[in-house]
């Protein structure tokens, strides 16, 4: 049987009662380790759980379903992932190939920044379509998703936005190579993420107030559900300097309504931040 | 200290150990009873946790703030919610009574219906706007949210509609009384929200294809996260007969786009449908 089991927001406790259960229980359990980060790592989780986890990195978990469901259906598998399972692509992968070996499948829900988020005080109803913000290179600049911030705005929504993780990404320089050779982990911060916003409202010229502008209201979330979560509400300018320390951070760009509850709630994370006016 | 803490999705273990833990400790525990409904009642969670909660119906969370936060400058308060804290305005508002008081405030967060309902295998990254779809009466019959669905659709995204539990309401007879008398719960189904669906359709005369119609694809979840969860994708026609048994039941209306990797997916929940040509 294949279990996938998720972690929720970053600490060994975070897991479910019933998800801890079966990973006593289980023949093999693996740790998927690229799509979120979280706060504690394999060695804290083995000690938590006492028993070995094998690290699965993205080639193993695209690439190596077999491996991980070699024997399933006598033994009992494992996959522990950072926040809910179905965050990902990937895992549906996975289920499928399970069920189309004919093995049975149980998922353990928990936490993930896209219900978490709510904890800054922006109702959930009032999001739109979530998007990702990825980590720009010299040649490469996409900003599609900008597209869909102000799709979102028009239609009176705030935006999350999932910032870049890159954890085990091949160096340009070996892509070519046989032994790949990797880029240390890198984390997109709320700063980071805002300073391309605005380069790319330059690179539009979107200067008038109708839409999404460096006075929008945005609220910077970082290590959510943590005892060190921190979270910071200002214009998307000033969000351009804001620290929030480690990772994990996300961003969100609120609409052009912020209801008056969700406001007084917000106003916590604010300190002296100057808005447009209509968030007064 | 007060602690909110979600109970996930259904099941007494679907708490995080995190929240166990807390539960154990707290002085008084409080059961928020009417916006989610659990598949273990509260006795099955008192046996569970081996301890005594206290009921509390919607009068004591929304008025009875100060009731709920007595004495918890010194003694530690736990509200356990249904799925994760922040689904519903009222505990940001006891979140804001609890800091003017100055009280220290921790969430614990858990899987709800928002990221869980992934587990159909539509991508969270291709859902809009959540709506809530409310029990028409004789005399009110809104349809506000079908806009929104609409509004969805032709953002190329897919719908979450959260369906309307009826707990604890007075009978419209004894409102004016000093004494409530209260209806029995009524836990609305997909079949009865795609009745309501097709009625506004049929009020609107939308027929054409362009915008969601009764052949549109849509997926019904039910009891999600538990071992009795049933998951179907049918026409919305089609979903007017379904029958996916106890509660609690949401609705997906789907987008016009259905990414191949979702609909590989949903194909397991499919039973000879007859869909839209476009999602072929």
Same mark, same amino acid.
């Given at each position: 049987m294949l279990f996938i089991i998720g972690l929720g927001?970053? /600490?060994?406790? /975070?897991?479910?009662v019933r998800g801890l259960e079966i990973i006593k229980k289980c023949d093999r359990v693996y740790l998927e380790s690229y799509t979120s980060i979280l706060t504690c790592g394999p060695e804290a989780l083995e000690e938590f759980y006492d028993r070995k986890i094998i690290v699965a990195d993205r080639d193993l978990v695209e690439l190596g379903a077999d491996q991980i469901l070699e024997g399933a259906d006598e033994l009992d598998v494992a996959l522990l992932v950072g926040g809910d399972p179905f965050s990902a692509t990937t895992h549906t992968d996975l289920v499928l190939r399970a069920k189309e070996k004919g093995l049975q499948v149980e998922i353990v829900h928990n936490a993930s920044i896209l219900n978490a988020v709510g904890c800054c005080g922006l109702q959930l109803y009032n999001f739109g379509e979530t998007i990702s913000i990825p980590y720009w290179t010299d040649v490469w600049q996409p900003d599609s998703f900008f597209d869909k911030i102000i799709k979102n705005y028009k239609n009176k929504l705030h935006t999350l936005c999932l910032l870049d993780i890159k954890v085990k990404e091949p160096t340009y320089e070996s892509l070519t190579k046989k032994k790949k050779e990797y880029m240390p982990p890198r984390f997109m911060t709320v700063s980071e993420a805002s300073q391309q916003l605005v380069k790319i409202l330059q690179n539009r010229a979107y200067q008038n107030d109708e839409y999404v502008t460096e006075n929008s209201l945005c609220v910077g979330l970082a290590r959510v559900g943590t005892k060190t979560q921190q979270i910071v509400a200002c214009t998307l300018q000033e969000m351009c300097k804001a620290d929030l320390g480690g990772p994990l951070h996300s961003l969100v760009v609120t609409g052009p309504v912020v209801h008056p509850l969700e406001l007084e709630y917000l106003k916590q994370f604010m300190s002296g931040s100057d808005f447009n006016a209509s968030f007064d």
């Open positions: 927001l970053g /600490d060994c406790k /975070d897991i479910t």
